[in-house]
């Protein structure tokens, strides 16, 4: 009887204990990677809270969100100044060019000039420079985009002017009926082609654009059968799915994935994998959409079935 009595007091016991190191480890891993994540400066990182007690459920919700106010004050900076430097750069650039351009004009007009030995390299001179002032000129819309204008811009009929730009590949959307979204449509318009445009580029067949409305719960439906679905992982699997729980604008591609070493790159303004390219689009869309209160990023895990997701969201 008295072992039945002490089994009875033990069992319990030890399942409480059980449950206590397990839980115990549980919040270890998320410290660990939360930990690397912010050296690693990966501040995107957002943790799910069920099966936390109320204390952990409150301190993880807070960590989420501060982990999401630096990934925006971080991008927030990085934007300002790149813009200082390249008002600087245009400015000091254009006011050596400009009169080479204009003294290289000059002699060419001259009689004197045309027909000699010296025409052509002076020609050499004028195109260059003009060339250089051209190519600097294209970096002052960094410095110099207008005030956004918000309005609500109906997704459905925007998606489908932007498809009608790219006939040969295949689109597939999804989105509740009459999602909208507050934006500058002109802008927004602008960010969503140069998105497309690099994933034709990169060899894409197929775009994807999924919408998850703001509060979509983490685990189960989203907006439809094909939305972005995070069944099936655990909780530590979640450390760098981005932006999650509020709104989001999902853009995706079956084309070349981004390169790892490039990935932190892509947004700086100038950085260009391209031998054409000119580095702008990019930080250019970045800066854009931070002017109406939102972010672009690149998704650390693509949606399921293409090999880059990229996510406008709200700041």
Not at 85 to 96: F, G, P
Not at 244 to 263: H, K, M, Q, T, Y
Request: net charge neutral.
């Amino acid at each position: 009887m008295d072992i039945w009595i002490i089994l009875s007091i033990i069992l319990p016991l030890g399942g409480l204990g059980g449950f206590f190191y397990h839980h115990q480890s549980l919040l270890r891993d998320r410290a660990h990677l939360m930990r690397e994540a912010v050296r690693n400066r990966e501040f995107t990182f957002s943790l799910p809270t069920k099966g936390l007690f109320f204390g952990e459920r409150a301190l993880q919700e807070a960590l989420n969100d501060i982990g999401q106010e630096v990934n925006k004050l971080v991008a927030q900076n990085e934007v300002e100044s790149w813009q200082r430097l390249t008002r600087v750069l245009t400015h000091e650039i254009m006011n050596a060019t400009t009169p080479i351009q204009s003294i290289s004009q000059a002699y060419l007009s001259n009689p004197k000039i045309k027909g000699t030995v010296y025409e052509e390299g002076i020609r050499a001179i004028f195109e260059t420079s003009t060339g250089l002032a051209s190519f600097v000129d294209s970096y002052r819309k960094l410095t110099q985009l207008q005030k956004p204008v918000l309005e609500e811009v109906g997704l459905g009929t925007f998606i489908s002017s932007i498809k009608s730009l790219f006939p040969d590949v295949e689109w597939k959307v999804s989105m509740p009926a009459f999602t909208t979204i507050r934006a500058d449509e002109n802008m927004l318009r602008q960010v969503v082609i140069n998105l497309v445009k690099n994933a034709v580029e990169a060899g894409a067949k197929m775009i994807d654009v999924r919408y998850r409305p703001s509060k979509s719960p983490l685990k189960g439906d989203l907006v439809s059968e094909s939305a972005p679905s995070l069944r099936g992982k655990s909780d530590i699997d979640y450390i760098g799915v981005c932006a999650r729980g509020g709104e989001a604008l999902f853009i995706s591609n079956d084309g070349e994935p981004i390169p790892a070493d490039v990935r932190r790159e892509i947004f700086v303004p100038f950085f260009t994998t391209k031998r054409s390219g000119s580095g702008i689009g990019l930080s250019l869309s970045r800066q854009m959409m931070m002017m109406q209160g939102m972010n672009i990023m690149l998704a650390d895990t693509p949606v399921s079935g293409c090999h880059v997701s990229f996510l406008i969201t709200k700041s």
